[in-house]
């Protein structure tokens, strides 16, 4: 684990495996949020957690602290080969095709125990899908792998599992029990013929075809893919269900879901999350998915969550707005998008959803949101909707809203 510098501090990133840690384990977070920064605590849509304004003096207590709370990775300098994006109720959906977790423990192990692979780079990034009806199928991933049945698994290079004809099809299939083999042919292959300007699987992509990429991963292997997952798509996923109260595998317990203000917590609310279930999975939409409520307890959860301010319903504000880290904590940000977006949060309509990104890079969408400001100074945006051109330029926060108002009323 290592603390990196931003605008407002150190920043020490906690990769949670499919996003998931104990209530014991948040307890710690929050102290050590507390004690060794500002107390301010960020949910990424990587369904991770990044602790803010870490001071120089007390990173290495808060990174002893977080190891021997079980959260650093399994090897030193393993840290960045966890990113492994599972749906948050991965193992827990009645109406999921496989529990992927048994596979996924297999796979972070093997990942972090392979010298090799401290070559890939930090972001690239791998998705076990088991069919669940929330997960998140806008991200793209290096490599993919989404479940077709009980035993086996369609999987694709660069992108995510297709849910339409205008997605790229799946590559191939593979039993359950070779995905692990195959995703270390994968990755071996990826570093065998990358250049070290080609950091993900899209840039390789630019110079071999999927299919050369492919031959090359069977040659390492001791079994057959098979091409039969043209045709195959994978049902859309339900972002909705990242609300309320959900039934999950095992009677007698719910998961209850609700979203994180603008994907930042503060010390005391996560202590507060940590007090209503026993475990919790942070998600991809930057929310939180608490696991394992008694069943009785459901509707007092929900009212715990309200007085929380997390947003429990679909239509709130909060739910319907995201914002990355803006200038006040980020060197390359022109505006402060989370306090712009506390402003617009007041002046909302009542549908459509907005994302204010404090520059190009949009670090908090990879998904689709409805419209998008883009800060090009403070407290002023250009409007996207979806063209690449500005619908509207260097309006304010006000302006954005009316615009946003005049948008839902001729819709
Ligand atoms: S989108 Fe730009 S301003 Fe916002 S966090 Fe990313 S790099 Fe920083």
Request: one cysteine or more; proline letters at 6%; hydrophobic letters at 40%.
């Amino acid at each position: 684990m290592r603390i990196v510098p931003a605008r407002d501090g150190g920043l020490c990133r906690i990769r949670l495996t499919g996003g998931e840690m104990s209530a014991a384990q948040a307890r710690v977070v929050a102290d050590v949020a507390k004690t060794c920064g500002s107390g301010v605590i960020d949910a990424t849509n990587r369904s991770n957690l990044q602790i803010r304004s870490v001071r120089p003096d007390a990173e290495d207590a808060l990174i002893s602290r977080l190891i021997e709370a079980g959260l650093g990775p399994a090897t030193q300098d393993a840290d960045d080969l966890r990113n492994l994006m599972l749906s948050p109720l991965a193992g827990l959906d009645p109406h999921a095709i496989v529990d992927v977790t048994p596979i996924a423990r297999v796979l972070l192990e093997q990942m972090q125990h392979d010298a090799r692979l401290r070559e890939l780079s930090p972001k690239f990034a791998i998705m076990l899908d088991g069919g669940e009806r929330l997960a998140m199928l806008d991200h793209p991933h290096d490599v993919w792998f989404s479940a077709l049945s009980a035993h086996r698994f369609a999987f694709g290079l660069g992108g995510c599992p297709p849910t339409s004809a205008e997605h790229l099809p799946a590559a191939a299939s593979v039993e359950s029990v070779h995905v692990p083999d195959l995703m270390n042919a994968v990755l071996h292959t990826f570093l065998d013929l990358a250049l070290p300007e080609q950091t993900r699987m899209r840039d390789l992509l630019q110079t071999y075809s999927a299919e050369a990429v492919l031959d090359r991963v069977q040659q390492k292997l001791d079994f057959q893919l098979k091409q039969d997952t043209k045709d195959w798509r994978r049902p859309s996923s339900n972002a909705q269900l990242r609300f309320g109260v959900h039934p999950r595998r095992n009677e007698g317990a719910v998961c209850i879901g609700a979203q994180i203000p603008l994907g930042r917590l503060d010390a005391t609310t996560l202590r507060a999350l940590a007090e209503i279930a026993p475990r919790m999975r942070m998600t991809p939409w930057q929310s939180v998915m608490l696991l394992d409520v008694p069943v009785a307890d459901a509707a007092s959860s929900i009212d715990r969550l309200k007085a929380l301010d997390l947003a429990t319903t679909p239509n709130e504000p909060f739910a319907r707005l995201i914002a990355c880290t803006g200038s006040q904590g980020c060197a390359k940000g022109f505006s402060d998008t989370k306090a712009d977006a506390h402003r617009l949060a007041s002046l909302m309509p009542e549908t459509g959803n907005v994302h204010l990104s404090g520059c190009a890079r949009s670090c908090a969408a990879a998904h689709h949101v409805d419209t998008t400001l883009l800060a090009v100074a403070p407290g002023r945006y250009d409007l996207y909707t979806q063209a690449s051109e500005p619908v509207a330029r260097r309006i304010t926060i006000e302006e954005a809203a009316r615009w946003l108002a005049r948008s839902t009323t001729d819709a």
